[in-house]
């Protein structure tokens, strides 16, 4: 009933920026937390980024923090992340994902909450 569509991957040389969007249409699920999720080559799924319903509230891995940088344009029903620093281990397939669930770190931390799911967009960083 929700479509979510990312975009904004590609390859980026290390150090450099890059944003990726995340697009929702159809039916809105009223999602508490939208999250972004990267899963990299042979390494288990996990949350990078998460962001509450109206925006106040925002949450990182610790590797993340002061390097990436989520935000929400509702009236856009568009979220975005914004990556500085790349490393070669940030390659990644990332996903934008939705859930409904009351904000709490230790919820939108864990990729199983959400249940609302994109395709995922490939960001490769290079050395």
């Known amino acids: 009933q929700v479509q979510l569509v990312e975009s904004g991957g590609g390859l980026v040389q290390a150090g450099g920026p890059l944003r990726l969007s995340c697009e929702a249409s159809?039916?809105?699920?009223?999602?508490?937390?939208v999250g972004w999720v990267r899963q990299g080559p042979g390494k288990e799924r996990g949350v990078v980024a998460a962001?509450?319903?109206?925006?106040?509230?925002?949450d990182f891995q610790d590797t993340a923090k002061g390097l990436f940088t989520i935000s929400r344009d509702s009236a856009k029903n568009t979220v975005f992340l914004q990556m500085n620093s790349l490393k070669p281990a940030d390659s990644a397939v990332y996903y934008c994902a939705a859930a409904k669930v009351p904000w709490s770190p230790s919820v939108v931390r864990r990729q199983t909450t959400y249940g609302y799911w994109g395709q995922g967009t490939q960001v490769t960083v290079s050395s």
């Open positions: 159809g039916r809105t699920p009223g999602s508490d937390a």
């Open positions: 962001i509450s319903r109206g925006g106040s509230v925002t």
